[in-house]
């Protein structure tokens, strides 16, 4: 049974999504929400919604304001940024693999 992404997206909490803006070869500019799926001290992985499933980390420097926002294209940073956060889901006593986004996302090619 298919969840209505609208709905799921209002009962998340804001800490666990982000809108992610691409911009195309045309100059136009289209926004898709991504899920956080998984979270260490520093970084969070996120996957976004589109069809074509695309994962962003946004990692804070320490001592640096910005966050560096990045397009992870090589599937081994991804693994090893849920390895990071802790195959178990947990790091450092906090949530790591966000389970209830990951069922989401299996329940909603």
């Given at each position: 049974?298919?969840?209505?992404?609208?709905?799921?997206?209002?009962?998340?909490?804001?800490?666990?999504?982000?809108?992610?803006?691409?911009?195309?070869?045309?100059?136009?500019?289209?926004?898709?929400?991504?899920?956080?799926?998984?979270?260490?001290k520093?970084?969070?992985?996120?996957?976004?919604?589109?069809?074509?499933r695309?994962?962003?980390?946004?990692?804070?420097?320490?001592?640096e304001?910005?966050?560096?926002?990045?397009f992870?294209?090589?599937?081994?940073?991804?693994?090893?940024?849920?390895e990071?956060?802790?195959?178990?889901?947990?790091y450092?006593g906090?949530?790591?693999?966000?389970?209830?986004?990951?069922?989401?996302?299996?329940?909603?090619?």
């Open positions: 049974m298919s969840i209505d992404t609208y709905s799921f997206l209002q009962h998340t909490t804001e800490a666990e999504k982000t809108t992610v803006y691409l911009h195309t070869d045309d100059d136009t500019v289209t926004s898709c929400e991504a899920l956080l799926i998984a979270q260490t520093y970084q969070k992985l996120f996957i976004t919604l589109e069809p074509k695309r994962y962003l980390a946004h990692t804070q420097v320490p001592g304001e910005e966050l560096e926002i990045d992870l294209r090589d599937y081994e940073e991804v693994e090893a940024l849920m990071d956060a802790g195959l178990d889901g947990i450092d906090e949530q790591g693999i966000l389970y209830h986004n990951l069922l989401f996302l299996l329940m909603n090619p």
